[in-house]
């Protein structure tokens, strides 16, 4: 049996790590988030198990990342390897706050939707920012030999792909109406000319606020996807502030195509989230528990959503 608390111990010294702040670690299973410094550089060293091959990718696309887009646009991932019992990430260490609250809770999206007071005054601001960034990160090239490797794996790309039951108990959305929506729109929505870099996981939590800039960061879902993916990410997690929402729409979504793409992004983006969280529950928990979880989706306001975007882009911003 490997012991990971002496094997992570050798690796911090190999890697010439000063550890300060163990954040979030749990030696049992191999895996550590330690804040500390290598040379005069605050950094977070994460360390997982090698046997995690999820996790595996996750570092590789983060770095990837990290290499394409530049350290002006995202957290800067310094240093990334792997041994025989860990693969593990460096990345440098930012004391600004995110968005969002710290705190977690067992609603639907984990208090990563509620936005810190003090940045409330500054909506006009922070959109502006939000959405001249990720302007530029879907003008970034990539290397397209790493295309395939790159798709998302957390935006179903057809009804297959989720499960139809739990889907259709969460949400109000007409499943024969969300199937002839996929068919109708799919050949507008999935044009290859439209394919850019993308975050892939853009709650509030993953915003950093750098005085007049923003920075993302947790880039472990990095992907080449529909140009609309992040946007509709991003609008989803604002549901509590439509303001912010409008102001998103306004700056980043300007024509009738794009409103159709903004749709079936967003339409993905909650199947995703939906399948992916009713499916861990279905898992993991009772009966009981699932259904109270499949009550709480169902009155999100993120399962209107759905039904609103089958519809029409008014009928989307008209949902309350």
């Known amino acids: 049996m490997i012991d990971y608390q002496k094997e992570s111990e050798n690796l911090i010294k ?6 300060e702040k163990d954040f979030r670690s749990a030696p049992k ?12 550089e605050d950094v977070v060293l994460r360390i997982s198990p090698q046997f995690d091959g999820e996790k595996k990718e996750k570092i590789f696309r983060e770095k990837l990342a990290s290499d394409i887009l530049g350290d002006q646009l995202v957290a800067k991932i310094l240093d990334s390897g792997e041994n025989q019992t860990f693969i593990w990430s460096i990345r440098k260490y930012y004391s600004e706050k995110t968005l969002s609250v710290d705190s977690t809770s067992e609603e639907l999206f984990h208090n990563n939707d509620i936005i810190k007071n003090e940045f409330l005054p500054e909506s006009e601001k922070i959109i502006s920012e939000l959405a001249r960034k990720l302007k530029i990160i879907q003008e970034s090239d990539w290397p397209r030999n790493f295309d395939g490797r790159l798709k998302s794996k957390k935006f179903p790309t057809s009804l297959d792909e989720i499960d139809r039951s739990l889907i259709e108990k969460s949400t109000s959305v007409n499943s024969q109406k969300l199937g002839k929506f996929f068919l109708e729109k799919e ?8 394919l850019v870099p993308c975050l892939g996981d853009m709650s509030l939590a993953n915003i950093l606020i750098k005085t007049d800039e923003v920075l993302f960061y947790d880039l472990e879902y990095f992907c080449i996807d529909q140009n609309s993916i992040d946007i509709a990410y991003l609008w989803n997690y604002l ?5 912010w929402q409008e102001k998103l729409l ?6 009738e195509n794009s409103k159709i793409k903004f749709r079936f992004s967003l339409i993905r983006v909650i199947l995703g989230i939906y399948n992916e969280g009713l499916l861990a529950y279905q898992r993991n928990s009772n009966e009981v528990i699932l259904e109270e979880k499949i009550n709480l989706y169902k009155n999100h306001i993120s399962g209107r959503y759905i039904a609103a975007a089958v519809e029409s882009f008014e009928a989307l911003t008209e949902v309350k």
């Open 250 to 255: 306004d700056l980043m979504i300007s024509d």
């Open 239 to 243: 549901w509590r502030y439509p303001k």
């Open 14 to 19: 190999k890697l010439d790590f000063i550890r």
């Open 29 to 40: 299973f191999g895996y550590f988030i330690i804040k500390g410094r290598i040379g005069n």
């Open 187 to 194: 050949k507008i929505y999935f044009n290859k000319k439209d």
